[in-house]
């Protein structure tokens, strides 16, 4: 299972999640979001935080790497996070973001991490209130991890639906095999 691609990129680049069928009709259309590293000292070559055009190009860049690991990733508009949709399995998606991740962006200086945090803690929550038992809150410098014992339950739609509000309309989340 790949681990949910780090919180702290979660500002623009959130925006992605799926209705189960991905509004589709299809079942296994998932979607899948991106975020960069967090280690210390993520940056330029000099140490400073990347300006929006440094972090728009490594955007470019991880997007590329994306679609030549073959999923359809259509390049993000300037100030926008990548939509991923993987259709079938999850695990090409997960393999990609493994093998991509390394060119996602970090987070931009001044990002709220904390308050995002508690943004999903909440979210999660508001998953298992609205019948989803097994979602599990996201682990401290990661975001949202959702496998398909998640996916596939049967209130997993309505919930989604309920609780979007809380990250801003937009779903902060990773799809997983496990």
Known sequence: MLAALPLALL????????????????SGDHVASAGGSTAEGDGNESGE???????????????????????????????????????????QADAAMQAC?????????????????????????????????????PKPGEGISIGPEVLDDPDFSGAEEACDEILGGDRATNKSDG
């Open 101 to 137: 991740d390394h060119l996602a962006p970090p987070p931009p200086a001044g990002s709220d991490a904390g308050e995002e945090r508690e943004d999903m803690l909440a979210y999660a929550q508001c998953m298992r209130d609205n019948g989803v038992e097994k979602f599990a809150d």
């Open 11 to 26: 500002l623009a680049l959130t925006g992605c999640g799926t209705s189960g069928d991905g509004g589709s009709g299809r």
């Open 49 to 91: 935080p990347l300006s929006e055009d440094e972090t728009y190009e490594k955007l470019l860049e991880f997007a590329q790497c994306l679609r030549d690991k073959g999923l359809a990733v259509e390049d993000p508009a300037p100030g926008e996070g990548i939509q991923v949709q993987v259709e079938g399995d999850p695990t």
